[in-house]
């Protein structure tokens, strides 16, 4: 089995394994540089896990930054019925495209 962990960004919990190109909300990391996440919730080298409470602690994933990209656009419509009141707000999150480079 191959060695993988679950970390927490963007209040959200990705599974990536080595090589992995993931989609995570923006981070502050320009394009062609390396980014180390440190909120590793659960890490496995293949044969062991180690669950952390909450995180693992000396637990990191390095990531290589290879851009930012727009996700789908989100719609919020609200209406009141009987009113005549409508609302339309559209959203595109901006997301950080990235390799995971290593799991340590």
């Known amino acids: 089995m191959e060695a993988y962990a679950v970390l927490e960004t963007g209040g959200k919990q990705v599974l990536v394994k080595v090589g992995d190109k993931i989609e995570i909300e923006k981070l502050s990391v320009e394009?062609?540089?390396?980014?180390?996440?440190?909120?590793v919730l659960a890490v496995s080298d293949g044969t062991t896990l180690k669950v952390g409470?909450?995180?693992v602690e000396g637990a990191k994933v390095v990531l290589s930054v290879a851009g930012v990209v727009k996700g789908d656009k989100v719609y919020n419509f609200k209406a009141k019925r009987r009113k005549g009141s409508r609302?339309?707000?559209?959203?595109?999150?901006?997301l950080t495209v990235a390799t995971v480079k290593?799991?340590?």
Do not use: F, M
Request: without cysteine; aromatic residues 4%.
């Open 31 to 39: 394009a062609g540089q390396d980014a180390e996440l440190t909120t």
């Open 53 to 55: 409470k909450p995180y």
């Open 87 to 94: 609302r339309l707000v559209g959203h595109r999150q901006q």
């Open 102 to 104: 290593a799991i340590a």
